[in-house]
T-cell receptor, first 115, second 110 residues
Framework: NAGVMQNPRHLVRRRGQEARLRCSPM?????VYWYRQLPEEGLKFMVY????????ESGMPKERFSAEFPKEGPSILRIQQVVRGDSAAYFC?????????????FGSGTQLSVL | GQQVMQIPQYQHVQEGEDFTTYCNSS?????IQWYKQRPGGHPVFLIQ?????EVKKQKRLTFQFGEAKKNSSLHITATQTTDVGTYFC??????????FGKGNQVVVIP
């Protein structure tokens, strides 16, 4: 009865390195959302994916950030050449069908720290 | 981008008192969802409102959706220390993405 699983919980990277954040949705869920949260700020939408398809990436920076949700395996949020400003908590959430009235189930988040 | 606005951003509430937090949109919403995030935790779904003027209750929590479906409120009575956290409202926009407000961070004073 696993919920949404995110790993790692904490990730430390030096400036210029790459960060890979993983999200395994709840069993039977085929829709994944990624959000970024800075201290005492709200949840900023980044990207919404269905398996093998990006539905909406309007919240994702055009450079250095990418996301995928392959047919098999977890969804990956990839940040290349990280900078200090990328330090934040990254949450993923999953939904079964992505319908209008569906609620989201969140993972525990990955705290990214860039040194 | 499109987003719901929440006020106030911060509240300090005496234990035992009531408080209300508000969520506003400039556009008509199909529905609105409320989530709660405890300090150090992740957001957890509380409720969804769909119909104009809808009111739903969960024990000490009362959720309301405005008649024009542009605003919503959450009212908590007899605040307890377990009510501490950040309350978010969220609404669907283009491509069915769920956009969150900035949240109302609630601190409970014993």
């Amino acid at each position: 009865n696993a919920g949404v699983m995110q790993n790692p919980r904490h990730l430390v990277r030096r400036r210029g390195q790459e960060a890979r954040l993983r999200c395994s949705p709840m069993k039977g869920h085929s829709h994944v959302y990624w959000y970024r949260q800075l201290p005492e700020e709200g949840l900023k939408f980044m990207v919404y994916l269905q398996k093998e398809n990006i539905i909406d990436e309007s919240g994702m920076p055009k450079e250095r950030f990418s996301a995928e949700f392959p047919k098999e395996g977890p969804s990956i949020l990839r940040i290349q050449q990280v900078v200090r400003g990328d330090s934040a908590a990254y949450f993923c959430a999953s939904a079964k069908d992505g319908t209008l009235n569906e609620k989201l189930f969140f993972g525990s988040g990955t705290q990214l720290s860039v040194l | 981008g499109q987003q719901v606005m929440q006020i106030p951003q911060y509240q300090h509430v005496q234990e035992g008192e009531d408080f209300t937090t508000y969520c506003n949109s400039s556009t008509t919403l199909s529905n609105i969802q409320w989530y709660k995030q405890r300090p150090g935790g992740h957001p957890v779904f509380l409720i969804q409102l769909v119909k104009s003027g809808e009111v739903k209750k969960q024990k000490r929590l009362t959720f309301q959706f405005g008649e024009a479906k542009k605003n919503s409120s959450l009212h908590i009575t007899a605040t307890q220390t377990t009510d501490v956290g950040t309350y978010f409202c969220a609404a669907r926009y283009g491509n069915n993405r769920l956009a969150f407000g900035k949240g109302n961070q609630v601190v409970v004073i014993p």
